[in-house]
């Protein structure tokens, strides 16, 4: 089957002739699999964001070429969608308006809608404050709302750019659980970016590490630990740990590389 | 505002009271600076003969209009200017031009083109309020954060939608800190205009009485206007509180 993904040769400059340019990227090549989850792990400044924009079509490669479904991806594509970094909820709207900007750009019709969000807002954990503006929330409920608004747009592709990154670790947890809970109904296709390796382990069925200035893949890691996990539960399995270690050196041996 | 604060202004205000009252009597003559008690008398003549309002009704129905078309289009071009930043760099010279003239001395131009008559009023009240609108909607625009923007653009988001959900809201409350500023601007053209050329409004009595050594009259006009100007100010300051929903941007309902 042809690969839902293909990021082929792909490099990334910023900047301008007249002020220099830096290399971002080099060189990447990545495929993701129809209904495949994949997380990338890589220290601060390898590129993943810049990636996960790339993919979106926020922002078009220096050289090499991607592929969703096949077709080249120049603008946004539709099937995308993108849960950034910062929450970028908007300010001037409530909790539940702001969910439910998903459900109107995916085109759910008007009276579907309230009980989808409240439906969103439960899931979340978010109830009771439906009609909070963002700046009342904590990081880790901003968090969750930008959680909602991605899970309201149903999107084919998830890109997903460190979104339990502000959570408290139970908190985390559970969000993971349920991602996977959704992940495992739906089938959507994944990219997971996190600095969390557990996280990435206990989730993903493949890890790709990167290595930064510039960034490149340094090793990509198949997660052959079964499915349906429990993702509190898998992580005291044996299997889990020799995993987790190995991508744990493979981390490390990044870090001596910088400090050498 | 406390009590304290409002007791010590009313102190202020009567110290200021007597002290013109006592210099009109005693020292200097109501001849050249009338006196409060004189400037009552007239204001309440001016009530009861339905004077005052004649005159602050055109007044301030010349300030309003001018005000509107110059929020409208004002607007309009800061968003038009706002989504076309390349036209907008090109023609930001002419626009700071026009901002730095001193458009007062474009009221003699307007009465000899368009009479003494409302139009010539309008036309110089927007002259004054318009870029005002044009550069805060501008400046609104600018400070949208780019991952809204960015993130709309995911989710292919048409353009009337981020229009509406981002870029207007964000806009708010910057076209209402151009609306605070523009009142007085507004009152200013209105009256600079009567003062030049009208039979009607409280700038054409100023100059009226002024013409006729008349100084109760002239005061008596300039208290009005200042009246006008408060009330205006505290309309301003309701609608703004009920379009942003009283705090909606702190987040507390
Ligand atoms: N718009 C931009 N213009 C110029 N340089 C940029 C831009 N965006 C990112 N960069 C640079 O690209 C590099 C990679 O940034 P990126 O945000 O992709 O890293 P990251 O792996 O996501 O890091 P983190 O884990 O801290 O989020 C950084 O050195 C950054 O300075
Ligand atoms: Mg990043």
Redesign the interface.
Known sequence: MAPKLSIEQVSMEYGSKRLGRTKVLDTIDLTLADGEFLAIVGPSGSGKSTLLKLI???ERPTAGRILLDGESVTA?P?G???M?Q?D?L????TVAENID??H???GIPREERPDRVAALIRLLGLGGFE???????SGGMRQRVSLGRLLA?GPQLYLMDEPFGALDAQTKLLMGQELLRIWTTHRKSVVFVTHDIDEAVALSDRVVIMSSRPGRIKTEVAIDLPRPRDARRIRRTAEFRDIADLLWRELMGEDEEVSA | MNFRDAAIRLVILVAILAAWQYAADRVIGTFWISSPSLIAERLWLLHRNGDLYWHAEMTVWQAFVGLVFGLVVGVALGLLLGAMPRVASIVDPFIMALYSLPRVALAPLFILWFGIGLLSKVVMVFSLVFIVFVLNTMNGLREI?R??I????????PWP?VIR??QL??VVPWVFAALRISIGLAMIGSVLGELLGANRGLGWYIEDAGGKLDTTGVFAGLVALMIVAVLANEIVKLLERWALGAG??????
């Open positions: 979106s079509g926020l946004p539709p995308v969608g993108f950034f910062r970028a908007l300010p001037w709207a900007v998903g109107e750009l995916a009609r909070h503006y963002p700046a009342a929330l747009y | 954060d991952d809204l960015s993130l709309m653009r995911t989710m292919r988001a939608y959900k981002v809201p964000s909606r941007r702190q987040g507390v309902e």
